[in-house]
């Protein structure tokens, strides 16, 4: 009775699936993030403008670390103040794992100038840092052991 469905609705698992991952049509349908999943409506017919559709990613406040050298997140609101940006069309690009994936692609060889550099960007401790690039980097080793196999046989 919530959402209207008949008696007689049948629905996939799948599709739903299919739908979080706007895989039916151009209309943006849903958002899926690491820590906020949204599922917007079909049509026209929501609350506000078009903006409505945005999912605000969380963004460092990189000033209160600076004040109280605590690491947090902005407030919603202040987040909310801030026009868009590069960082609205990427989501979870201030994760850890995002900020030191990408860091490893280009740097794969730390230095402690480096390490401590990218413990602030990502909040995390010199150590994880060291510990996150020493995983990625066996991960990679694994990858390229399989691929010499795969391309032997």
Not at 21 to 49: C, L, M, P, Q
Not at 111 to 137: K, Y
Request: hydrophobic share 35%; proline share 3%; aromatic share 12%.
């Amino acid at each position: 009775m919530t959402w209207g469905s008949g008696e007689n609705f049948k629905a996939k698992y799948a599709d739903d699936y299919a739908r979080l991952n706007n895989e039916f049509g151009d209309t943006t349908t849903a958002f899926s993030g690491k820590y906020v999943t949204a599922i917007f409506r079909s049509n026209d017919n929501w609350i506000g403008n078009n903006s409505s559709r945005a999912i605000i990613q969380p963004l460092p406040d990189y000033f209160r670390y600076i004040r109280t050298g605590r690491l947090h997140y902005m407030s919603y609101e202040m987040r909310k103040s801030l026009e868009c940006g590069v960082w609205d069309n990427h989501p979870d690009i201030f994760l850890p794992e995002t900020i030191l994936g990408l860091a490893f692609k280009v740097i794969p060889h730390l230095t402690a100038d480096i390490s401590n550099s990218l413990a602030l960007l990502s909040w995390m401790t010199q150590t994880e840092v060291e510990n996150n690039f020493h995983h990625l980097r066996k991960q990679m080793e694994r990858d390229l052991t399989n691929e010499i196999e795969r391309n032997r046989t």
